[in-house]
């Protein structure tokens, strides 16, 4: 039986601050973008309200940038059993046998080399 991975959601660890303030980096943001983190997401990493998160996206650096999606994982390999296929080692060495019958058939004037002393 196939099975495959339907959905796969990015792991959020919450950023814990000590501090009144929170320092969030523009640098970690677009990380989590990459990482295919949406608004809500980094919005619960961070601890930031929606107030917050637009002013965090009002950032030129930031400021229509959307996540990645996340890259599903494929857990399968699909194998083509009903069309038929034809060995390709025969198919090889019938090629092989044509060019020699056509090379010793008909010898070009290109593979004939003289020697001139």
């Known amino acids: 039986m196939i099975e495959a991975q339907s959905n ?24 989590d973008l990459s990482n295919g983190l949406g608004r809500p997401l980094i919005a619960k990493k961070y601890g930031l309200n929606t107030d917050e998160m637009k002013v965090l996206f009002e950032n030129p650096n930031l400021k229509g940038k959307r996540p990645k999606r996340a890259t599903k994982k494929i857990t399968f390999v699909l194998v083509d059993d009903v069309t038929p296929q034809a060995d390709e080692s025969e198919q090889t060495i019938s090629q092989v046998e044509d060019n020699v019958s056509e090379n010793a058939d008909g ?9 001139n002393d």
Do not use: A, H, R, Y
Request: proline share 3%; no cysteine; charged share 30%.
């Open 107 to 115: 010898e070009s004037s290109d593979n004939i080399f003289e020697l």
């Open 8 to 31: 796969v959601e990015p792991q959020v660890e919450v950023v814990e601050q000590t501090s009144e303030k929170k320092v969030v980096t523009i640098s970690g943001v677009l990380e």
